[in-house]
């Protein structure tokens, strides 16, 4: 999808994208190796110099997450899938005046890498700067903006994608759960009821010392984190065929 994007090249907005596409220009190629005039000469001479800048950027994630606005950062996703990764944490709600991150999980398709306060949380700095593109759900108003203020100078990945935006301009709205379960991903059922306080209320027990109780928030929380894998995916694909078909439906495909 990356290939197909013009948006990210000054004077270039979603309507002269479509044209372009209507017309059969339909990737950085198509544009480059055209012969006529597309817009004026100086015009597409501009353009050509910008779109040979983005094939030789083409593997720098942060040439293009500079560039385009988080409304169309889901476009990078599979340039970049290689080196991204999924994240989500816990914290302990505010309970009794303490609002402190209790775990945090990472998921790189692959491996799940999990972080606890008192026991590893320190680890998670290193690991995170692993990768190019984090993928989160709410990340831009809660995940990334607890992280930082908890780890002051940190190198957070330099794109971010925010699932609750592209899933909401798929029609689905609500919590994580509901919209796990709209798209019938279930969980097992000893977490299948869980919810943010719930996991706040795990942490207490584990606590009060009750290991249990840690194990299941990890459980929890790794359910987040692999379920983003598929909401991304579902996201892309159907965000994809949406744009490059040029459907202007807003409904749930």
Do not use: C
Request: glycine share 10%; hydrophobic share 40%.
């Amino acid at each position: 999808m990356l290939e197909h994007t013009f948006i990210h090249i000054q004077g270039i907005g979603k309507k002269t994208e479509q044209t372009l596409w209507d017309r059969g220009i339909r990737t950085w190629q198509d544009f480059v190796g055209h012969d006529g005039s597309i817009f004026s000469p100086a015009r597409d001479r501009m353009v050509r110099e910008e779109l040979e800048t983005s094939i030789q950027q083409r593997e720098h994630v942060s040439y293009f997450a500079n560039r385009l606005s988080s409304l169309y950062m889901w476009r990078i996703f599979d340039a970049f899938k290689s080196k991204a990764v999924y994240l989500d944490i816990e914290t302990s709600g505010g309970y009794e005046g303490i609002d402190e991150i209790t775990v945090i999980g990472l998921y790189n398709g692959d491996t799940v890498e999990t972080f606890v306060n008192g026991i590893d949380l320190d680890e998670f700095e290193p690991a995170i700067a692993k990768y190019d593109l984090v993928i989160t759900f709410s990340g831009s108003n809660f995940d990334l903006p607890f992280i930082r203020r908890w780890f002051p100078g940190i190198s957070l990945p330099p794109a971010h994608i925010d699932l609750r935006f592209l899933l909401k301009r798929l029609g689905y709205k609500g919590g994580l759960k509901k919209i796990e379960k709209e798209v019938g991903l279930l969980r097992d059922s000893h977490i299948k009821d869980l919810d943010g306080y719930g996991a706040v209320l795990l942490w207490k027990a584990y606590q009060w010392g009750d290991d249990t109780a840690l194990e299941t928030l990890i459980q929890y929380n790794t359910a987040d984190i692999v379920n983003l894998e598929h909401l991304m995916l579902m996201g892309f694909n159907r965000m994809k065929d949406r744009e490059l078909s040029g459907s202007r439906d807003s409904g749930v495909l």
